[in-house]
T-cell receptor
Framework: GAGVSQSPRYKVTKRGQDVALRCDPISGHVSLYWYRQALGQGPEFLTYFNYEAQQDKSGLPNDRFSAERPEGSISTLTIQRTEQRDSAMYRC???????????????FGPGTRLTVL | AQKITQTQPGMFVQEKEAVTLDCTYDTSDQSYGLFWYKQPSSGEMIFLIYQGSYDEQNATEGRYSLNFQKARKSANLVISASQLGDSAMYFCAMREVNDYKLSFGAGTTVTVRA
């Protein structure tokens, strides 16, 4: 079946503009996660959804970052008034259900490479 | 505090040889999961193998195996019979009990030489 998809794959924007990054999880996956990955580093957690409920947004750096998953499927990560320090790879992952236990595997999308000029 | 430590930033391995990637972790939980992911130059993040803290046997998945030493808190990945396509960055990650997020290490870059 299809994996996690993300769009756009690349986004170049000017400082101060808003951007919206989209994630389409694997069909049937209840849990959805957003991570941010700096070059040469491992991904860092941003936020987590269980169905449409945003259960944890503790990793969002500041209030310019927000995310939603209104129908429990597709999710959008929005960054308002972008800054150069926001440049990174933004990755979405989905899993069947985290309550299934530690073995609940997260499958990652290809990521959106964001560059803020 | 860093939860996952990968001390080898880069490694070279000859084709057809085995390579071991080190990973140590830090947790006070008794129940946790350990994962390895591969990130080739194309940028995808590919799940390779999982080890549960209560699993008595080391996990294996094709050419990948996990050398799990619970007392030492290490979960090293072994890739046997390396292939050119194994050249990539490899990340170790942990998920603690009652948590959902993965904590990742800094990664190890593997380059397979013909």
């Amino acid at each position: 079946g299809a994996g996690v998809s993300q769009s756009p794959r690349y986004k170049v924007t000017k400082r101060g503009q808003d951007v919206a990054l989209r994630c389409d999880p694997i069909s049937g996956h209840v849990s959805l996660y957003w991570y941010r990955q700096a070059l040469g580093q491992g991904p860092e957690f941003l936020t987590y959804f269980n169905y449409e409920a945003q259960q944890d947004k503790s990793g969002l750096p500041n209030d310019r970052f927000s995310a939603e998953r209104p129908e429990g499927s597709i999710s959008t990560l929005t960054i308002q008034r972008t800054e150069q320090r926001d440049s990174a790879m933004y990755r979405c992952a989905s899993s069947l259900e985290y309550l299934a236990g530690n073995s609940d595997t997260q499958y990652f999308g290809p990521g959106t490479r964001l560059t803020v000029l | 505090a860093q939860k996952i430590t990968q001390t080898q930033p880069g490694m070279f391995v000859q084709e057809k040889e085995a390579v071991t990637l080190d990973c140590t972790y830090d947790t006070s939980d008794q129940s946790y999961g350990l994962f390895w992911y591969k990130q080739p130059s194309s940028g995808e993040m590919i799940f390779l193998i999982y080890q549960g803290s209560y699993d008595e046997q080391n996990a294996t998945e094709g050419r990948y195996s996990l050398n799990f030493q619970k007392a030492r808190k290490s979960a090293n990945l072994v890739i046997s019979a390396s292939q050119l396509g194994d050249s990539a960055m490899y990340f170790c990650a942990m998920r603690e009990v009652n948590d959902y997020k993965l904590s990742f290490g800094a990664g190890t870059t593997v380059t397979v030489r013909a």
